[in-house]
């Protein structure tokens, strides 16, 4: 299990003093859209194992293509795509797959049931299909895994093997609704756990990384 702190700040300076306090004890950081926007400052976050950069890409082929090459130039290990691109996109995409882990976004923490329905049109469908559509969909091009709520896990555990399964949604944070404590995750079956203000906020980062670690 590997926990992954969500540096979630629009200051560089923030996250990268928060990025020196757990170098020593996370497996990696996830920056959002707003630090990647200044990306000058990327190599250090590097120096902790993974460095997830979260943008959630949803464009035309040739977009996400120059975006996802700007991410691996600038040694990003993870990067989050939509599944909801056309093929095109993970055409373009397949030539990135041994130089990053590709991960699907579909569902987010933050939406509920009646938002898959809203957004997706899914919900006569039912999620199980969803998710069986969307990994089968990456899968074939080469994606590294899925990004998912731990509370989808009972039913995308058993599609993506031989996959990684990331999971923000841990803890109690704003936000975010479908939500579990980081052992319920952990006995789900994630891989990674995607942690942020639960450590960044509190008043001993360090100790309470080390406190979920223990409690795992």
């Known amino acids: 299990m590997k926990i992954i702190v969500a540096l979630d700040y629009t200051n560089p300076l923030e996250a990268l003093e928060m990025c020196a306090k757990l170098r020593d004890v996370a497996d990696g950081f996830k920056i959002n859209h707003a630090l990647w926007s200044q990306s000058v400052y990327i190599k250090d976050y590097t120096q902790a194992g993974e460095l997830f950069v979260d943008c959630k890409l949803w464009d035309t082929p040739n977009t996400v293509k120059q975006v996802v ?15 909801h691109n056309n093929e095109a996109v993970f055409e373009e995409l397949e030539q990135f797959s041994k130089q990053v882990k590709l991960l699907g976004v579909t569902y987010l923490t933050s939406w509920s049931g009646s938002d898959l329905l809203d957004i997706l049109h899914y919900l006569p469908k039912g999620a199980d299909v969803m998710w069986r559509e969307n990994i089968e969909r990456v899968r074939k091009h080469g994606f590294a895994g899925m990004v998912c709520s731990p ?34 995750a952990t006995n789900l079956g994630a891989d990674y756990l995607v942690i942020g203000r639960t450590i960044t906020q509190s008043d001993d980062p360090v100790q309470a990384l080390i406190d979920i670690r223990q409690g795992i």
């Open 151 to 184: 509370k989808d896990l009972p039913v995308v555990l058993p599609l993506t093997q031989g996959m990684i399964r990331v999971c923000p949604g841990i803890g109690t944070n704003k936000g975010q609704i479908r939500t579990v404590s980081p052992k319920q």
């Open 69 to 83: 090459q700007k991410i691996v130039d600038k040694g990003a290990t993870m990067t989050t795509i939509c599944t």
